[in-house]
Structure formats: structure tokens, C-alpha cells
């Protein structure tokens, strides 16, 4: 069900010989030509974007992504990459029928459906060229129409072939909104990122026992410009930076130990001064030796302290894809119904559904998403932003409420248990922006490791762990390695950044190779305390290894970065397990850079 396929048996030559006349436009002075090409295209759509004896679009969207970017990267000290990137890319959203039932949320095993049934998108040239813009949407949208009509054929026909309750509308009703932003600063200098990816990753070769390492800094700047049928327009800045230095070694059973040190901002501003990362570089070689001659445990079951860093990142990469609202898509086909059910399961994602106005957390814990706030004490929270890709202004949102669950995050398809927006959609689907988690009961640092040690006695056990840094950047979840399985990658990264081992005199062994076997939604309502001094956690959202599982996903032109501040949280009892080989042996030889020092 391509637009190509479809075009054939609707006859795409008709139509675009009845539509296609653009006359040439003088520009105007201080006018923004991509966002007039948007505009006077789609009130011809509108107005005129029909096939003899088959329905109008009732909703047509688009948008247009500049995107500027610069990545750089290096390995002691030398620079392996240095790429500069500028696009521009387009969507269009179209629906046929209306918000009760259209061509949207369809699967269709027959060569389409899915977001292709109501997206699709393309590049746009970089010049402001008035007329090659309305061409390009022109040829999108036509496509779209037609493979819009073939999708909603197969979803009605799918639907009157089954029995069950009153469907949920395809699509909710927004009043419109118009967002202006002004568009970003340009990204970092490539000459002052590689100056810097030169000087952190040169650290390494002091560090002969670390066998691989790298550091890689990318900045970007995205001005989005969008206009849809129902009267709303916006334009919105995204300007992002990220910087991740990995190191690994292997420990003398094989082993390998990793860890990685990932820093995110809206700018090169927000990174630390050189002298800092300098020395976080030297503290992560250093770490990283210790972890490799530290012993690992085959199994521990038992209350786990996850300090506030670790805490943060556990409630954004665990929690968060339970406390989003999804679509199942209807299917032509049951095995693929069963698949994608199966899949979500697997990811979490809207695994809450159900569970409104029941216990999802202890009744000291609430939850809040809140795009409003740009830092917390002095530190950049990273995941507000004024409109959200639907064109829906966000608001806070109370998602859970002494430990009740009282909302999910939702775009403007209508789920199970949100039939209204959240203003929550960026990319694939919902997606959480700034989560604060608040206890209304608290315990300082001290208290929480009597506690910890208290239960863990209480089970006969002389030691207790503490989760200091949990993925350093990246998800250490089953979600994550299914998203790396199902992307072709390796399962690296999933064992926790940095676990210890107290025990009752107050001593501390570092542990290599731990992970958590599973975290269940039984392991979030039993936590068992919280600490007072609440941390910042920012990175890449899990939910974006799924982006083409949601409603629309088109551009594709960033990564959701989300922030969570959270306190300690002690949880009542979780299982970690040691990761288990075969392990790949040592080198045979050492490093040359240990001849070199």
C-alpha cells in the first residue's frame, strides 16, 4: 500500500494535472518563505484536494525542520570524525473520515499502513525557494491522499469484521494555538568541539589498562515550523548539545567492564569547565581499573539503596514508559495484533493503562510531568519545550498522587485511559519532559543506610548494595536490550554504571558485572523510603529506540531528551544478578601504551 502502488490505481497523473499550477510569487521583504509555502499549500489541500466520489482530507499538517548540526569525535587524542550537517526536512500529516474513525492507528500486513497511513515526509531544499517548497509538499501530500484512502478501505473493512466494544476516536479535537520562537543560535564551532573531544579523550593514554575508549560531542540546532487545518501554526527552537566519553577494559576472567560518562545541555554553556571534565575523565579511567579487579556476585536478593543520581534515572527509564498512554493500531492480520502486543509488553510502553486510581508507588511518593521549569537548584532541566510536535501546548501534569495514579501522558490520539492530549508528542509518540518526583516523607543519607542495613539483616544477610550510577547515560533495562536486539545491535551497556557492597562497619566494595534481573511494577510500589536531597538525571529517553512504533513518527530530526529530579529511593527487595559469560579472553599482550609512559 505505497503511494507509489496506490497512485497507479487512482491515477496520480489526473490528479496532479489538476492540481499542480504554481505561479511564480515575489518575495517579500522580512517574510518567511517556508512558512507561506506551508500555508498556501495547504489551503489549496483543502480546498481542493478530492478524487471524483472518494472523501476530502479533514485534517492536513506540516512541518519543516532546519537542522544544523556538528559532530565531532576522537580517540587519544586524535580525531576520528568531524561532520558538519545541514538539512531540511519536511512531514505531512493527512487524515481521511473524521476524528471518530480515519486512517490513522492501522497496521496493514499488505505492503503499508502503520504511520505510513497517515505521515510521510521528504527533504526540502535548504534555499528558501518558494516554489520547489509547494512542489515537494504538493507531491507528498498527493501520495499521502491516496495511500490515506487505501488505509482507511482496509481499516473499515478490518473493523466490521470484528466484534467488540465501541471503539475510541482516531483523533481528539484541539482548539488552535499560534507559538512563535525565535530560531536558535547556530551550533558549537566544529574547531572548538574538536579541541575539546582532543583534549578529554587524550587523557587515555595515561590509562594503558583501558583497551578502548572514545569521546564524541555533537551539537545541533532545530527551528521547526508547522501549520495545520484547524488554524494552528508554531515555530520552535530545539537547540541541544551532547557529550559521552566510553572507556573499556576487561577484567582477568574476560569480563568486559565498561562505563561511560554522558553530559547533555542546550548549548556548549552548559558544560563544566575544562579543568572538571578533565578530572571526571581521570576519575572514570581510575573507576574503571578498580571495577575490573572488584569481584562480582552470581546473585543478590535484597533491599537495594539507589542514591539520587541513579534513583532519577531508574523513575525516567523505567517508570516513565509505564506512565504513557499508546495506541494499539488495528491490524488485518490477529499475528501481527499479538506481535506488537507482545512488543509493547516487552518495552513497558502504556503498561499503566489499566492501573488509574490504583497504587503504582508508596503513599509519601508523587510524580509530576512539568515542561515549565528550564532548571532545578542551579542545574538545566532539558525536556520542556513550548508546543509539542501536535501542535498542543504542554501542562503540567499530576501523574501520580500519594502513590495513586491519577493521569498518563498522551498525544492527541486517544488511548485507554487519556482520551485527551497531554501536549506530550514528540517524535514517535508521548514522551515525558521534565519528571519531578517529591516525597512527602524523607530521610537523610545516614538513616537510609541504617535502614538499608536493617532489612538486609532482617534477611540474614551481612552486606547490603547501593546503586551509585545506574546506565551513565544509557538504559540499564530490558528495554533496552530488546531495543538493541531489535535494531541489530549488541547487548553493551547493560550491567549498572557503578554498585557497591556496605556492609555493617561502613565499609564499601566496589562490584563489576551487576545487573538488575528484572523491576517489576510490584518492586516501584514497595519502595520502602526516600532520601532528602533530591538529583538531576538528564539523557535520552528510552522510548526513542521505539520511535516507529508510535502514532505518526515522521521526522526523526531528534532525540527526546528527558530530565528527572528524584531523591534516593531504598527499595524493599530487588534481584541483582552478575553478568554471565562466555567472556572473550584477555590481549595477549599489553598496550603500547604501557611501553610509552
Not at 522580512?30 to 509555502?37: F, K
Not at 478490518?158 to 530560531?183: K, Y
Not at 501534569?397 to 487519556?418: D, E, I
Amino acid at each position: 500500500m505505497t503511494g507509489a502502488g496506490s497512485g497507479g490505481r487512482m491515477g496520480r497523473a489526473g490528479l496532479a494535472a489538476a492540481l499542480f499550477w504554481l505561479a511564480p510569487l515575489p518575495a517579500l521583504a522580512g517574510e518567511d518563505l517556508p512558512t507561506r509555502a506551508m500555508g498556501d499549500e495547504l489551503a489549496r489541500s483543502m480546498a481542493e484536494l478530492r478524487l471524483s466520489g472518494m472523501e476530502k482530507p479533514y485534517f492536513v499538517s506540516y512541518r519543516i525542520d532546519d537542522l544544523e548540526a556538528v559532530a565531532v569525535g576522537a580517540s587519544l587524542g586524535s580525531l576520528t570524525i568531524s561532520r558538519p550537517a545541514r538539512v531540511r526536512l519536511f512531514a505531512v500529516e493527512l487524515r481521511v473520515g473524521d476524528y471518530a474513525l480515519d486512517n490513522g492507528n492501522w497496521f496493514s500486513t499488505r505492503g503499508g499502513g502503520g504511520a505510513a497511513g497517515v505521515s510521510g515526509a521528504g527533504q526540502a531544499p535548504l534555499d528558501d525557494n518558494y516554489q520547489e517548497i509547494r512542489r515537494q509538499l504538493w507531491l507528498a501530500t498527493d501520495a499521502q491522499y491516496k495511500s490515506a484512502l487505501e488505509a482507511l478501505s482496509g481499516k473499515r473493512a478490518a473493523l466490521e469484521a470484528r466484534r467488540g466494544p465501541e471503539p475510541l476516536p482516531d483523533f481528539g479535537r484541539q482548539p488552535p494555538v499560534v507559538v512563535a520562537e525565535a530560531p536558535p543560535p547556530a551550533p558549537a564551532p566544529a574547531a572548538e568541539l574538536e579541541g575539546l573531544a582532543r583534549e578529554l579523550s587524550a587523557a587515555f593514554r595515561s590509562a594503558p589498562h583501558v583497551s578502548r575508549s572514545s569521546v564524541t560531542i555533537s551539537s545541533r540546532a532545530v527551528f521547526t515550523r508547522y501549520v495545520n487545518s484547524e488554524g494552528t501554526s508554531f515555530t520552535r527552537a530545539s537547540p541541544a548539545l551532547a557529550l559521552r566519553v566510553e572507556a573499556e577494559t576487561q577484567a582477568k576472567d574476560g569480563m568486559p567492564v565498561s562505563d561511560a560518562l554522558a553530559i547533555h545541555g542546550r548549548s556548549a554553556a552548559d558544560l563544566p569547565p575544562r579543568a572538571a571534565l578533565l578530572a571526571r575523565v581521570a576519575w572514570l579511567a581510575s573507576h574503571l581499573r578498580a571495577v575490573a579487579a572488584a569481584p562480582t556476585l552470581e546473585r543478590y536478593n535484597g533491599p537495594v539503596l539507589f542514591e539520587a543520581p541513579a534513583a532519577a534515572e531508574i523513575v525516567a527509564q523505567q517508570l516513565a514508559p509505564r506512565l504513557l498512554a499508546f495506541r494499539e493500531p488495528v491490524s488485518d492480520d490477529p499475528r501481527l495484533d499479538v506481535f506488537v502486543g507482545q512488543m509493547l509488553s516487552q518495552l513497558g510502553l502504556g503498561a499503566f493503562a489499566d492501573r488509574l486510581g490504583a497504587r503504582v508507588l508508596p503513599e509519601f511518593l508523587d510524580v509530576t510531568d512539568d515542561p515549565r521549569p528550564s532548571e532545578y537548584r542551579g542545574t538545566p532541566l532539558l525536556g520542556g519545550q513550548a508546543v509539542d510536535d501536535d501542535g498542543v501546548v504542554p501542562r503540567a501534569t499530576a501523574l501520580v498522587q500519594g502513590g495513586m495514579l491519577k493521569a498518563l501522558l498522551a498525544t492527541r490520539v486517544p488511548a485507554r485511559g487519556a482520551p485527551r492530549s497531554t501536549g506530550s508528542r514528540r517524535g514517535w509518540g508521548p514522551t515525558p519532559s521534565n519528571l519531578l518526583v517529591t516525597a512527602s516523607r524523607s530521610a537523610a543519607e545516614a538513616e537510609l543506610r541504617k535502614d538499608l542495613l536493617a532489612r538486609a539483616r532482617a534477611r540474614g544477610l551481612d552486606h547490603a548494595l547501593v546503586v551509585r550510577r545506574a546506565g551513565a547515560g544509557a538504559a540499564s533495562t530490558a528495554a533496552s536490550r530488546l531495543a538493541a536486539q531489535m535494531g541489530g545491535g549488541s547487548e553493551g551497556g547493560n550491567t549498572l554504571a557503578e554498585v557497591v557492597r556496605v556492609f555493617a562497619d561502613g565499609r564499601e566494595e566496589p562490584l563489576r558485572g551487576m545487573e538488575i534481573a528484572e523491576l517489576s511494577p510490584a518492586a516501584f510500589r514497595d519502595i520502602a523510603a526516600a532520601g532528602d536531597r533530591p538529583a538531576v538525571w538528564s539523557g535520552e529517553f528510552m522510548g526513542t529506540h521505539a520511535r516507529g512504533l508510535g502514532p505518526g513518527g515522521h521526522m526523526g530530526s531528534e532525540q527526546a531528551v528527558v530530565s528527572c529530579v528524584a531523591p534516593a529511593l531504598l527499595f524493599e527487595e530487588l534481584t541483582l544478578v552478575g553478568a554471565r559469560g562466555p567472556f572473550p579472553a584477555p590481549p595477549v599482550t599489553p598496550s603500547p601504551l604501557a611501553a610509552t609512559r
